[in-house]
């Protein structure tokens, strides 16, 4: 009899938030594949892209380091961040492997597979374009701020972000995945510089209207100053269906516990507050609503535990 094909889970997103989710989806019986942002213009990443017109490497060395089941001094040396040396002060070693991938392939995506190979990668892993781009917001008061870096950092409230070069070619192989997949996750994340700069891709939004599986969003638990001050979890999924329509998401995934008083002091100081569940108005907007308890208890500050979103997310393979 033959083997009955793995389920297909396929998670979107960059910044810090994919890595949480992915290191608990490795584990499960699935066909994985993990579609990154490449519009990281700060940091490491913003110099190799500046200096050497590739898409940038940083999202795409955590993705890796997270589905990898390499020996963990070979992920500390992948990880590792030189602190001093005029040229190389700030780089990551993972970042720089990438680079000179990219280099020797003449080819960013071809160059992650060979990293991903070495390291034992568990899943695909696709950069949302093979190519160099960059994020760019309207903010509300009419005015564009370029660069993924700058716009949280404009204290000026955002209308919408758009690419460049337009239009972004997305990796064929990264639409198809989204196509084909059995559930497509939207992972957390900075709103409109990590979430939104895959989705707004205009073959990605249209694969996420067409594709069979189950849409959900894992909400951000905290608000982000420069990003969603004072948004609910209903302004989150506003903001994507302003952008890339409505039929794009039919779930979202929410924290429902009362977060701890010395918590959100720390987070006050940052301008950051609780995304208040707004559950009435997510279902007028036909979103089912997935409540649990999803925060890692061991952590000072607030993140996604991994084995709890990845179990709840297993279980909707079901």
Same mark, same amino acid.
């Given at each position: 009899?033959?083997?009955?094909?793995?389920?297909?889970?396929?998670?979107?997103?960059?910044?810090?938030?994919m890595?949480?989710?992915?290191?608990?989806l490795?584990?499960?019986?699935?066909?994985?594949?993990?579609?990154?942002?490449?519009?990281?213009d700060?940091?490491?990443?913003g110099?190799?892209?500046?200096e050497?017109?590739?898409?940038?490497?940083?999202?795409?060395?955590?993705?890796?380091?997270?589905?990898?089941?390499a020996?963990?001094m070979?992920?500390?040396?992948?990880?590792?961040?030189?602190?001093?040396?005029?040229?190389?002060?700030?780089?990551?070693?993972?970042?720089?492997?990438l =680079?000179a991938?990219?280099?020797i392939?003449?080819?960013?995506?071809?160059?992650?597979?060979?990293?991903?190979?070495? !390291?034992?990668?568990?899943?695909?892993?696709?950069?949302? =374009?093979?190519?160099?781009?960059?994020?760019?917001?309207?903010?509300?008061?009419?005015?564009?701020?370029?660069?993924?870096?700058?716009?949280?950092?404009s204290?000026?409230?955002?209308?919408?972000?758009?690419?460049?070069?337009?239009?972004?070619?997305?990796l064929p192989?990264a639409?198809?995945?989204?196509?084909?997949?059995?559930?497509?996750?939207?992972?957390?994340?900075?709103?409109?510089?990590s979430t939104?700069?895959n989705?707004?891709?205009?073959?990605?939004?249209d =694969? !996420?209207?067409?594709?069979?599986?189950?849409?959900?969003?894992?909400?951000?638990v905290?608000?982000?100053?420069?990003?969603?001050?004072?948004?609910?979890?209903?302004?989150?999924v506003?903001?994507?269906q302003?952008?890339?329509?409505?039929?794009?998401?039919?779930?979202?995934?929410?924290?429902?516990q009362i977060?701890?008083?010395?918590?959100?002091?720390?987070?006050?100081?940052?301008?950051a507050?609780?995304?208040?569940?707004d559950?009435?108005?997510?279902?007028?907007?036909?979103?089912?609503?997935?409540?649990?308890?999803?925060?890692?208890?061991?952590?000072?500050?607030?993140?996604?535990?991994?084995?709890k979103?990845?179990?709840?997310?297993?279980?909707?393979l079901?």
């Amino acid at each position: 009899m033959p083997k009955k094909p793995l389920p297909r889970v396929v998670v979107l997103g960059g910044g810090t938030g994919m890595p949480v989710l992915l290191r608990g989806l490795k584990s499960f019986p699935i066909d994985l594949s993990a579609i990154v942002t490449v519009a990281d213009d700060g940091g490491s990443s913003g110099r190799l892209r500046e200096e050497l017109s590739m898409p940038a490497p940083g999202d795409i060395r955590n993705v890796i380091a997270a589905l990898s089941d390499a020996e963990p001094m070979l992920l500390d040396l992948f990880q590792h961040r030189f602190r001093n040396g005029n040229g190389l002060s700030g780089h990551s070693m993972g970042n720089l492997l990438l =680079a000179a991938m990219n280099s020797i392939t003449g080819d960013f995506f071809h160059g992650i597979k060979e990293i991903s190979r070495v !390291l034992n990668v568990k899943g695909n892993i696709f950069p949302i =374009a093979n190519q160099n781009m960059f994020l760019h917001a309207e903010m509300m008061d009419g005015s564009v701020v370029s660069g993924e870096s700058k716009i949280p950092a404009s204290g000026k409230k955002i209308k919408r972000v758009f690419l460049s070069p337009e239009p972004v070619q997305p990796l064929p192989e990264a639409v198809k995945a989204v196509k084909e997949a059995d559930l497509v996750v939207i992972a957390p994340g900075s709103l409109y510089t990590s979430t939104l700069p895959n989705m707004i891709v205009s073959q990605i939004g249209d =694969a !996420l209207r067409e594709t069979q599986g189950e849409v959900v969003y894992v909400c951000n638990v905290m608000t982000q100053h420069g990003e969603t001050t004072d948004y609910t979890a209903s302004d989150h999924v506003q903001a994507i269906q302003d952008h890339i329509g409505e039929g794009c998401l039919h779930s979202i995934v929410v924290h429902n516990q009362i977060i701890d008083d010395e918590v959100r002091k720390m987070y006050a100081v940052e301008h950051a507050s609780p995304v208040i569940n707004d559950q009435d108005r997510l279902r007028e907007m036909g979103i089912n609503v997935i409540e649990g308890d999803i925060i890692d208890p061991n952590q000072t500050s607030l993140r996604h535990d991994t084995t709890k979103v990845a179990k709840l997310l297993y279980s909707m393979l079901d």
